[in-house]
């Protein structure tokens, strides 16, 4: 498996204002995912984080709302804009093609919580 | 729509105990089942299953899948404290490496 970290590990944020998370891995890797696990639910996928180019969004989630970057194939970020209390979650990256494998590894994860 | 459903939703069992989490799918064009162990954050991988009837085992934790009916099982034996955890199944459709979480299984176990 890759070491992921993630940071902030985690922050308390007032509505209105934006937070990065930075998601760092220490080998290159195919994929990297970004998931949200609302308070009480599983998780779900945000977006795919393709290096290069644009992030490929799933249904109900926006570039403006969450814009991500991949510069690069070990690193990626994504921005939490113009927060509400609704986005209090713990958001989670993920990657696949650690060694050529398909499983998926996570990071620690970042616990937000908007007042 | 594809949809993972996991039960039961929770389980409560005493150390020793030997417990069965269940994982039935709807996927279009299955390539794999995944179970994670959740303790805090993160999800932990556990194993990866895309063969019917071979069952992956690590320890006390063992899977199997069977394709023709869509479920896995995940099977932990012997049962200790820090079996406590919520266990999340997932499973991934071909061509698109996107993972279907189900609702997870929170287990308890106490001493």
């Known amino acids: 498996s890759a070491v992921i970290s993630q940071k902030p590990s985690r922050d308390i944020c007032q509505r209105g204002t934006s937070l990065t998370i930075q998601c760092q891995v220490d080998?290159?890797?195919?994929?990297m995912f970004w998931y949200r696990q609302q308070p009480g639910q599983s998780l779900t996928l945000i977006a795919t984080?393709?290096?290069?180019?644009?992030?490929?969004?799933e249904s109900g989630f926006v570039i403006d709302k969450f814009p991500i970057s991949r510069p690069n194939l070990t690193f990626s970020t994504l921005t939490v804009s113009n927060m509400s209390p609704e986005d209090s979650s713990i958001y989670l990256c993920?990657?696949?093609?650690?060694?050529?494998?398909?499983?998926?590894?996570f990071g620690p994860g970042t616990r937000l919580t908007v007042t | 729509e594809d949809k993972v459903v996991q039960s039961p939703l929770s389980l409560v069992v005493h150390e020793g105990d030997t417990v069965t989490l269940n994982c039935s799918y709807e996927?279009?064009?299955?390539?794999?089942l995944l179970w994670y162990k959740q303790e805090k954050k993160a999800p932990t991988f556990l194993f990866m299953l895309?063969?019917?009837?071979i069952e992956k085992k690590s320890g006390r934790l063992s899977s199997i899948l069977d394709k023709k009916e869509l479920f896995s099982i995940l099977n932990i034996t012997a049962t200790q404290t820090g079996d406590s955890a919520v266990y999340l199944c997932?499973?991934?459709?071909?061509?698109?490496?996107?993972?279907?979480f189900g609702t997870g299984t929170r287990l308890q176990v106490f001493p």
């Open positions: 993920s990657v696949t093609g650690v060694s050529g494998g398909y499983e998926q590894y």
């Open positions: 080998s290159q890797v195919t994929m």
């Open positions: 984080a393709n290096q290069g180019s644009e992030a490929t969004y």
């Open positions: 996927v279009t064009n299955f390539r794999s």
């Open positions: 895309t063969s019917s009837g």
């Open positions: 997932a499973v991934e459709p071909y061509n698109t490496d996107k993972l279907i």
